[in-house]
Nanobody, 116 residues
Framework: QVQLVESGGGLVQAGGSLRLSCAVSGIIISDNRMAWYRQAPGKQRESVASITSGGTTNYANSIEGRFTISRDNAKNTVYLQMNSLKPEDTAVYYC??????????WGQGTQVTVSS
């Protein structure tokens, strides 16, 4: 059974930092494409950052170099370091695993709220 469990969200002031964690079981993260998505109220879910099995990272243009996705293979955990947070970063952040063309998994989400 595949499980993705996010943690690390919370309330932070603009300009602050948070680190999100996604603890994964049931699959090996280094064998799969992992990603972080977010969904703000009234908006569609959007991709924030991704990391391939080979370690290549990709980021949304809106991140502007403020976020970093990484993984700890020994802990089978994916991270999203978020710096210089802005109120518009407020959203529920979801961890995502793409296992195959036909199979993907989502975590339950963690709320990030950035106050101005």
């Amino acid at each position: 059974q595949v499980q993705l469990v996010e943690s690390g969200g919370g309330l932070v002031q603009a300009g602050g930092s948070l680190r999100l964690s996604c603890a994964v079981s049931g699959i090996i993260i280094s064998d799969n494409r992992m990603a972080w998505y977010r969904q703000a109220p009234g908006k569609q879910r959007e991709s924030v950052a991704s990391i391939t099995s080979g370690g290549t990272t990709n980021y949304a243009n809106s991140i502007e170099g403020r976020f970093t996705i990484s993984r700890d293979n020994a802990k089978n955990t994916v991270y999203l370091q978020m710096n210089s947070l802005k109120p518009e970063d407020t959203a529920v952040y979801y961890c995502y695993a793409r296992v195959s063309t036909w199979s993907a998994y989502w975590g339950q989400g963690t709320q990030v709220t950035v106050s101005s």
